[in-house]
């Protein structure tokens, strides 16, 4: 972040509010200061706080100590630098807590306002610097994953089409529950469908289409996953990714060597509704067909499902779909029907998301589509062609 941008933010945890007062004055310059009167409350204010670089919390208070609050934070948000406040009867529970929850640091009370001030900025600064070194990372790994995912595209471009829609998705009801999706997700969304690719076409249209699959077939797409999962096990620093893919695929679950965090249990039961849905909508049931199925699944919480309804709201609006020209195909519109290369083989199933290379793809696949319509979504909010463009191909002839 740099020193332009947003300040980092600063939760300081007490029971007392002249104390909480205090903290806000002493450290006003050095962040954006938010205040949790007792553990409960800050706990409740961390999915608020994007930004959080430094916790402050008291060790005794009512209800939760300040240790069992700091280990909280520590797991639901890892990187913020965590400063216990304690009295001197409490210093072997501070050293405790240092030791396993792993505390920044802590401070006695009273405690100088300048040791304060100190110390939070040394908390600010390695905040800082364990983001950037994370984020490099993230996005070195996610771009060396993405050349991959980009190669094999070009094996399977309907199953890797097809999960193009689940990331979206999947980002997007996130984004709806105030949540991250975060790179790992996003990832492991894709490269659900990696095994697929060895797979044949026939099969792999099954598995698209969500049909159900013969005891022999079953064996393959697992043994098709069992190599996806060998493929991705030498590459360093991906583990949050392989874990998701073993609670994503049931095929997987023998692999996982320890016991994944919440966090990514709660990620890989969305990306497993999304799926369903989009596997659902692949083979052309519509929206609230769907919908009710879904609320069948264990993972289909009210929460979830509310937020996907939310998310495909104006897709269930038959006016938006339109008949377009091949040539006015744009990244972002989603096919409502299959489509097959002369050969019948699978090239994109209904609910496919429309990418920069689709048309490239498509006619040199099907050149025979070069003068055909295509019956199309258009999402909400879309911008890129003249309305005289969607009303040729209104699917009513009225109009998109």
């Keep these: 972040m740099s020193p332009s ?9 007490d029971d007392d509010a002249d104390v909480l007062a ?14 949790a009167r007792g553990g409960e409350a800050a706990l409740a204010q961390l999915p608020l706080l ?10 005794r208070m009512p209800g939760m100590t300040g240790d069992a609050v700091l280990l909280q934070c520590r797991q639901r948000c890892p990187t913020a630098a965590r400063i216990l406040l304690t009295g001197y009867s409490d210093i072997e529970a501070a050293m405790r807590a240092v030791n396993q929850g792993r505390i920044f640091r802590f401070l006695t009370k009273p405690c100088p306002r300048e040791e304060l001030q100190q110390a939070v900025r040394d908390g600010i600064e390695q905040h800082r610097l364990i983001h950037a070194e994370r984020e490099l990372l993230e996005q070195t790994i996610k771009g060396c994953m993405q050349a991959l995912v980009d190669a094999l595209a070009m094996a399977s471009p309907a199953s890797f089409g097809q999960a193009q829609r689940m990331v979206d998705l999947v980002q997007r009801v996130s984004a709806e529950c105030r949540h991250e999706a975060g790179w790992a997700a996003e990832m492991a969304t894709m490269l659900a469908n990696l095994g697929l690719v060895s ?22 797409v697992a043994r098709a996953q069992a190599r996806t999962w060998q493929l991705l096990l030498p590459v360093p620093r991906i583990d949050p990714v392989r874990q998701l893919l073993g609670l994503i695929e049931p095929a997987l679950a023998g692999h996982q060597v320890r016991e994944p965090p919440e966090i990514l249990i709660e990620q890989a039961g969305l990306i497993r509704m999304v799926r369903r849905y989009v596997r659902l909508e692949a083979a052309g049931l519509p929206v609230l067909t769907a919908l009710e199925q879904l609320a069948a699944m264990p993972e289909a919480t009210a929460e979830l499902l509310a937020a996907l309804r939310q998310v495909l709201g104006p897709q269930a609006d038959l006016s938006r779909q339109v008949q377009l020209a091949v040539e ?17 083989q699978l090239l994109a199933p209904a609910g496919y998301q429309v990418n920069d290379s689709f048309v490239e793809r498509l006619l040199a696949a099907c050149p025979e589509l070069a003068n055909a319509r295509l019956a199309v979504l258009i999402p909400a909010g879309f911008s890129g062609l003249a309305p005289s463009a969607l009303l040729i191909g209104s699917k009513d002839g009225q109009g998109a």
Excluded at 24 to 33: I, P, T
Excluded at 50 to 59: G, K, Q, T, W
Aim: proline share 6%.
């Design 5 to 13: 941008g947003p300040a980092w933010q600063i939760l300081c945890v």
């Design 22 to 35: 205090g903290l806000q004055l002493s450290l006003r310059q050095l962040g954006e200061v938010h205040v």
């Design 50 to 59: 994007d930004r959080l670089a430094v916790v402050v919390c008291d060790m």
């Design 199 to 220: 797979l044949a076409p026939s099969l792999q249209e099954k598995v698209l289409l969500g049909l159900t699959l013969s005891l022999q077939e079953q064996l393959e």
């Design 328 to 344: 006015l195909l744009r990244p972002g519109m989603v096919l409502m029907q299959p489509v097959h290369t002369r050969g019948g």
